[in-house]
């Protein structure tokens, strides 16, 4: 056994038994692959294509309905709450109405004399009078 001197580069070593590969990718493997992948996808597509067309002619339309009775409840809405159709317009439409109630006047209780006034001018008379307050017993 020879021990190799760390000051000096070692010594080249050969083996005849090793080699390398020639090429690292197969790329008209991979690329025939691809092709196939993405032509299968287009048949595919194309046969799920027509057998639906298949399906919507075979639908007869002028079948009698299995339920008859279902005619009459074409029109029936289900119970509240039903969801929203328009959830934005539905919002502006309330935002509307509360804008109208805090800018207007108006009867709460015309029995009890109870009216509701605009927001600012409930303002400025509070500022005016002042808050009610609890006087304090002596």
Do not use: K
Request: charged share 25%.
């Amino acid at each position: 056994m020879t021990h190799h001197d760390p000051s000096q580069p070692p010594p080249h070593i050969e083996h005849d038994a090793t080699d390398h590969e020639s090429s690292d990718v197969n790329v008209r493997a991979i690329l025939t692959f691809v092709a196939v992948l993405f032509g299968s996808a287009a048949v595919i597509h194309v046969l799920i294509w027509l057998l639906f067309i298949y399906f919507e002619r075979g639908i007869d339309r002028s079948a009698p309905m299995a339920y008859p009775l279902s005619i009459s409840q074409r029109t029936r809405v289900p119970p509240e709450p039903r969801l929203q159709t328009s959830p934005r317009e539905d919002l502006r439409e309330l935002r509307a109405r509360e804008d109208e109630q805090l800018q207007s006047y108006g009867w709460i209780d015309r029995n009890g004399g109870v009216v509701r006034i605009p927001i600012d001018e409930a303002m400025r008379l509070t500022i005016e009078r002042g808050l009610p307050t609890r006087r304090q017993e002596q």
